[in-house]
Each structure stands twice: as structure tokens, then as C-alpha cells.
């Protein structure tokens, strides 16, 4: 890529697409609501390979050329300016996201690439409350990015073929395998994965085995590398009830939130980023 990558959102995944596009050489604008709040997002990323230098994981040189290529700035006309691809990267919620899409193609240039990191949120319902039907692309990255090797390109009915052919340009750029998938509510990745969170969660409810041992059959009976409730805690359980709710509200009554589910996030025990969800966690994202 000749011009400069922008991710909207210096959030978990917005940290780690950052960390992922400049390891693989490309220049990254990495952007907040203000310099500040880009510029802390910047911090955590360089603290990422300060440390992987320090555990002898990264080349001094190499983080110091990836660092090179990370810079924040405030969202606005001018951080659009030089730009090839904006990835919005901002929690799940529509409206949010609808109103920066927006922005960014009136402020952008007519031909930059704009995607939607959401995992779950419908694409062409992202695309209309933008007015940007027909150019929008889903473009579901995995967190840690810079480990994880497929990106999801969801693609609503009558999307121009040039960009889905640049998203996944991008995809490839990032070292990712692309798996291009029709647009629907939770894809297709969230709906499979969110099906054994769920299954998981009730049968620890039911008493059936601990969450441990769950896990445990997943991890060393189908060598998943996480079991589906520590997946649960990872992902955050707030954000697999808003996507389970999403699906019930569209007729899908299959994905009827557990109780036990319910209870978690009604007490604010959602996962890693509280401490406390299925498992205890540390503030480093390490089961305790």
C-alpha cells in the first residue's frame, strides 16, 4: 500500500490491528476522539513491543521500524488526509459506528476503502444508516491480531467488486487468510462460536461439569486452543448477550441467552476487562 492505513478506535482491537498492520510494513494512522486518547493507544502498542524486546521476542530493530510506522491523531478531515483505508474499530454499536463511517466518507477521499471491524453487527444495516450502500465492507479481524490468521470479509448483496477486491488486498497485506462470507446478523464466525458459548454455558449451568472441565473437553478432546467459556471471558460476555439478544430479536430463538449468562453481566462480571466472568483474571488478561 502506497498510502497510509487509518483505524478508528484505540480500543483492544484497534491496539492490536495497529500492532498487526505495522509489523507487516504498512503505515498506520491510528486514530481517537482527540490526539490524547490516540496517542495513549499508541503508547500501549510501543509498551507491546518494549516488551517483546525485553523477552527477547522481537528484534530491537525490527520494533524500532514498526514503531516508526504507528502515529495517532485526532479523527477529523485532516487525519483522512493520505489515507488508502479507514478500519472503524469502535465498540458494538450501531449507531456509533454509522455516525464515523459517515463522517469519513464525506471528509475522505471518494476512493478510500472503508470497513467495519464489527464481528456481529449486519453490514448493509451499517451501510444504510450511513448512506453508504453498495462500499461498505465488514472486515472481522481476530484479537490478538498479530497472532491470529484469518480475517472475515462480510459482504452485503451489491457491493461493488473493487472494494471487496481491496479489502482483501488488505487482508493478504496483513498476512491473513481471507474468508469471505455473505452478510448476516454474527456472520458467520460469532454464530458458530457464540452456538458453543452458549451450549457451554448451559450445561454449567445445569450442574453437568465445571467450567474448567468444559473447557478441558474442547481443549484436549478437539484441541480447540481455548475452551469455549474462557473464549466467553475473552470475547467479553456483555458483548455475546448484545449479540445472542440480536439474533433472538431477528427470530432466531436458538440463541436464547442462558440465565447464567444473564446473571454475569447483570452484576458487571463480563469477562477480562472486569477481572471476574466464568474465571478470575488478572488486569494483564491472565487467568488467575
Request: net charge negative; hydrophobic share 50%; with cysteine.
Amino acid at each position: 500500500m502506497t498510502r497510509a492505513l487509518g483505524i478508528l478506535g484505540p480500543g483492544v482491537l484497534g491496539r492490536s490491528a495497529a500492532q498487526a498492520a505495522a509489523e507487516c510494513g504498512l503505515t498506520v494512522h491510528l486514530l481517537g476522539r482527540d490526539l490524547g486518547h490516540a496517542a495513549a493507544g499508541v503508547a500501549a502498542v510501543n509498551h507491546r513491543w518494549d516488551r517483546a524486546v525485553a523477552l527477547g521476542r522481537m528484534a530491537p530493530a525490527a520494533a524500532a521500524e514498526a514503531a516508526g510506522r504507528l502515529a495517532p491523531a485526532a479523527f477529523g478531515p485532516e487525519a483522512l488526509e493520505g489515507l488508502s483505508a479507514l478500519l472503524e474499530a469502535l465498540p458494538e454499536a450501531p449507531d456509533p459506528k454509522a455516525r464515523v463511517l459517515a463522517a469519513a466518507a464525506q471528509w475522505g477521499d471518494p476512493d478510500l476503502l472503508l470497513l467495519s471491524g464489527t464481528s456481529s453487527l449486519p453490514i448493509s444495516d451499517l451501510a444504510r444508516r450511513a448512506e453508504l450502500e453498495g462500499r461498505l465492507v465488514g472486515f472481522h479481524l481476530f484479537v490478538p491480531v498479530p497472532r491470529m490468521g484469518v480475517v472475515e470479509l462480510a459482504v452485503p448483496v451489491g457491493t461493488a467488486a473493487t472494494w471487496v477486491t481491496r479489502a482483501r488486498s488488505l487482508g493478504e497485506a496483513l498476512g491473513k487468510r481471507v474468508v469471505q462470507v455473505r452478510d448476516q446478523p454474527g456472520f458467520a464466525a460469532a454464530r458458530m462460536a457464540l452456538a458453543q458459548g452458549l451450549e457451554a454455558m448451559r450445561l454449567l449451568e445445569a450442574g453437568v461439569a465445571s467450567a474448567e472441565d468444559l473447557d478441558a473437553l474442547m481443549t484436549l478432546g478437539y484441541g480447540h486452543p481455548v475452551g469455549p467459556l474462557e473464549l466467553s471471558d475473552r470475547v467479553g460476555l456483555d458483548l455475546r448477550l448484545r449479540i445472542a439478544e440480536g439474533l433472538v430479536g431477528s427470530g432466531e430463538s436458538r440463541f436464547q441467552a442462558p440465565a447464567l449468562l444473564l446473571a454475569h453481566v447483570a452484576e458487571g462480571e463480563t469477562g477480562t476487562r472486569s477481572g471476574q466472568g466464568f474465571f478470575a483474571w488478572d488486569g494483564q488478561g491472565r487467568r488467575c
